[in-house]
């Protein structure tokens, strides 16, 4: 199984709405990665989790909360968003870097959230 | 620092046609480069990489790279390219310092006409 999953796919909600995205893949990877992705743009790193433990964090607001409940496993925390946090959020799961593999990341098809 | 440039905003080119589409890396140390294709509302899909060893890389799709390190260069080609390979392309470097950081380049959109 080569897949990271995310759900939902879509997600409009409210600037005082909480909400969450999901990720997982079930390839043994130990580092798992939250993008945010603008139209026509590269993916902005926000957080990585590496061995279940946040490893960077790009200065990302607090309104987004990452967590990793288990390996397999991340989360993305949302609250009180403003419109221009509307993008597709993009996971990606990689090999740890304690292993050092030069192997490439895997991206999940990402979550639509529109902020109105 | 790494990095990793992508000078072209778009590329077109007929159907049939070689295609090219540049990408030039910065970095201090062995380069590990890596080449992503995207379409419309979804993820990213992993194309090739180069690590080390032979400079011409072959992918995914009939795609290839060429490393060429005197350039700094890491340009991705197809020797026929399909409407079907419209899409937005990145490059891609591994921080050697922080090996959980990537970087991308700022995307060059293929445009492949019939």
């Known amino acids: 199984d080569t897949e990271v999953t995310q759900t939902p796919k879509h997600l409009v909600m409210g600037m005082t709405n909480k909400k969450s995205l999901k990720c997982e893949q079930h390839?043994?990877?130990?580092?798992m990665y939250w993008y945010k992705q603008k139209a026509k743009k590269p993916p902005e790193l926000m957080f990585v989790y590496s061995y279940e433990k946040l490893s960077i964090n790009e200065s990302v607001p607090s309104r987004f909360s990452p967590e990793c409940p288990n390996s397999s496993l991340l989360n993305l925390h949302l609250h009180a968003l403003q419109p221009e946090d509307s993008a597709l959020y993009l996971c990606?799961?990689?090999?740890?870097?304690?292993?050092?593999?030069?192997?490439?990341?895997?991206f999940g098809p990402g979550t639509r959230l529109t902020v109105l | 620092a790494q990095s990793v440039a992508q000078p072209e905003d778009q590329v077109n080119v007929a159907e049939g046609n070689p295609l090219t589409v540049k990408c030039t890396y910065s970095?201090?140390?062995?380069?590990?480069l890596f080449w992503y294709v995207q379409y419309p509302n979804r993820g990213l899909q992993f194309l090739l990489k180069y690590i080390t060893g032979d400079n011409l890389v072959k992918g995914s799709y009939g795609f290839e790279a060429e490393f060429n390190k005197s350039q700094t260069s890491f340009h991705l080609k197809k020797p026929s390219a399909l409407v079907s390979d419209s899409a937005l392309y990145f490059c891609?470097?591994?921080?050697?310092?922080?090996?959980?950081?990537?970087?991308f380049g700022s995307g060059t959109k293929l445009n492949v006409k019939p």
């Open positions: 970095v201090s140390g062995n380069p590990y």
């Open positions: 990606a799961s990689s090999q740890g870097d304690r292993d050092r593999s030069y192997n490439e990341q895997f």
């Open positions: 891609a470097v591994r921080d050697i310092y922080n090996f959980n950081k990537f970087y």
């Open positions: 390839m043994g990877h130990r580092a």
